[in-house]
């Protein structure tokens, strides 16, 4: 089993930074892959990105490449979705997700493990 929960959500303006935190506990956190998710009111959850067990191997959705970044801190059992220039589409709420397996994945069924999810919001 793994827990999951994230942090560093917020009601920020056009154009800043935020950068959220996915703690995790239980299962080895340094042999699985862990992704980000959101779900904008009345649509369904999204893929954002993904990281692989060791770090060095990232995906992104189209509409967050080049803003977002995905990393991990495996000593810390923490990953990370540092989030800049962010946009009003990008109001949401951010899922953390973690999988059994060590590749990343931009499905949301090969995800075993999600974390209640954080609030962000971004004002026009």
């Known amino acids: 089993q793994v827990q999951l929960v994230e942090s560093g959500g917020g009601l920020v303006q056009a154009g800043a930074s935020l950068r959220l935190s996915c703690a995790a506990s239980?299962?080895?956190?340094?042999?699985?892959?862990m992704g980000w998710f959101r779900q904008a009111p009345g649509k369904e959850r999204e893929f954002v990105a993904a990281?692989?067990?060791?770090?060095?191997?990232?995906d992104y959705s189209d509409s967050v490449k080049g803003r977002f970044t995905i990393s991990r801190d495996n000593a810390k059992n923490t990953a990370f979705l540092q989030m800049n220039s962010l946009k009003p589409e990008d109001t949401a709420v951010y899922y953390c997700?973690?999988?059994?397996?060590?590749?990343?994945?931009?499905?949301?069924?090969?995800?075993?493990?999600w974390g209640p999810g954080t609030q962000v919001t971004v004002s026009s």
């Open positions: 239980g299962r080895t956190f340094g042999s699985i892959a």
């Open positions: 997700a973690a999988r059994q397996y060590a590749s990343a994945r931009r499905l949301e069924t090969e995800y075993n493990y």
């Open positions: 990281i692989n067990w060791s770090g060095d191997r990232t």
